[in-house]
């Protein structure tokens, strides 16, 4: 079993800051991309950014320069920096992550978390 549990949301007025985290477990021989998206209500769900194994980043146009993606892999862990938030970026957000679980390490795959609320207010 491989679970990913989101910690972190919650209400910040606009141009405020959260940061959120997202931890894998369970039989895991190995994580490849993690990344973080969201879905506010009806829409669908969007990019927010991914981070390889290696540290290489890649964004959505809307958060770019004022999210950042940072992850450390012996914690299982990827953390989304959220600053200068804006309404518009309240939403749900699911952490994902390519993983190899022990049980059948020839293969990777995407595992999501429950979610998370962020809600920004103006």
């Known amino acids: 079993q491989v679970q990913l549990v989101e910690s972190g949301g919650g209400l910040v007025q606009a141009g405020g800051s959260l940061r959120l985290s997202c931890a894998a477990s369970g039989s895991i021989f190995s994580i490849r991309t993690m990344g973080w998206y969201r879905q506010a209500p009806g829409e669908q769900r969007e990019l927010v950014g991914t981070i390889t194994r290696a540290g290489s980043t890649n964004f959505g146009d809307s958060v770019k320069g004022r999210f950042t993606i940072s992850r450390d892999n012996a914690r299982n862990t990827v953390y989304l920096q959220m600053n200068s938030l804006k309404p518009e970026d309240t939403a749900v957000y699911y952490c994902?992550?390519?993983?190899?679980?022990?049980?059948?390490?020839?293969?990777?795959?995407?595992?999501w978390g429950q979610g998370t609320q962020v809600t920004v207010s103006s």
């Open positions: 994902n992550a390519d993983i190899i679980p022990t049980q059948s390490i020839f293969s990777a795959r995407p595992y």
